[in-house]
């Protein structure tokens, strides 16, 4: 072959390589109309939601904060509310967060997992007056080129929205802090990996499963059971990871924690998708 011809292909080549590797490494590059960068994307999604949302209880910016949830959490706000004013949406804002008040002392993303293309879980921490938190998780879907809010599930509420029982308050001496939270960590663990695959299992089948086991075994290997002994103020009967399907869009998983751990608070807690 001619080297002047050789030269021009190797050239060619080249510039094919790197073209190719430019588009394969920026970060912002598109693909389906997903970006690369998800992360950054789903948590600037939930960082605007929960700023628009004030001390005041969910005032002027609250069309702000509806605008980052798709169609169907929009119409479940809109359904849950008694008009279409700012104090109207308000209480359909409360029912599809949980809570009566919106944080007042800043909020922080905790975690985020990409569950599969279309779908992302976001953890993001509340914070209130007094020292007490709430742990908001966020799933998200990407819906008209964009990800946006489908659902919050809550872990702990603080001013009893949430079940607590403390009513064993008996210590066990022979068992050591360090055990307790470990033992926590298996717990918080095991329930957080739960509510993920029942995420999955509802995107494939448009509703939750009637029991933990059909999870078993495309979602997951086995069904976690919570570790031993139970922890105060935690009886025997509450060491377990209690699921009940609510309604086909709607479920609650119970479990008992011995410990502050996770902005969680001992006794019995629940994570409740609705």
């Known amino acids: ?34 970006t690369v960068n998800w992360k950054t994307d789903a948590e600037n999604t939930v960082s605007v939601f929960t700023k628009n949302i004030n001390t005041a209880g969910y005032g002027d910016n609250i069309n702000i904060a509806l605008a980052q949830l798709t169609a169907s959490a929009q119409a479940k706000v809109k359904a849950d509310s008694p008009d279409t004013t700012l104090a109207g949406l308000a209480s359909g804002f409360s029912h599809f967060v949980h809570v009566q008040e919106a ?7 905790i975690s985020s997992e990409k569950l599969n293309d279309n779908t992302v879980r976001v953890v993001s921490k509340w914070n209130y007056s007094g020292g007490s938190s709430i742990t908001q998780t966020f799933i998200l879907v990407f819906e008209n080129n964009q990800w946006k809010i489908d659902k919050v599930a809550t872990a702990n509420v603080p001013n009893n929205n949430l079940n607590n029982d403390n009513q064993n308050n008996s210590v066990n001496l022979s068992t050591t802090e360090s055990e307790i939270r470990n033992r926590d960590e298996f717990r918080l663990s095991d329930t957080r990996r739960l509510s993920m695959v029942l995420e999955l299992y509802f995107n494939d089948h448009g509703q939750y499963p009637e029991t933990l086991q059909q999870l078993v075994p495309k979602y997951i290997d086995k069904i976690p059971q919570a570790p031993i002994p139970a922890d105060s103020p935690c009886t ?33 807690n629940s994570i409740e998708m609705k």
């Open 1 to 34: 072959m001619n080297q002047k011809y050789f030269k021009i292909i190797l050239g060619i080549v080249i510039l094919i390589l790197v073209t190719v590797g430019i588009y394969y490494f920026t970060p912002n590059r598109k693909i389906d109309n997903k």
């Open 236 to 268: 025997s009967e509450q060491n377990t990871y209690n699921y009940t399907r609510t309604t086909l869009g709607s479920y609650k998983l119970t479990f008992c924690i011995g410990e502050n751990i996770g902005g969680l608070i001992p006794g019995l």
């Open 103 to 109: 944080p007042d002392n800043g909020t922080s993303i």
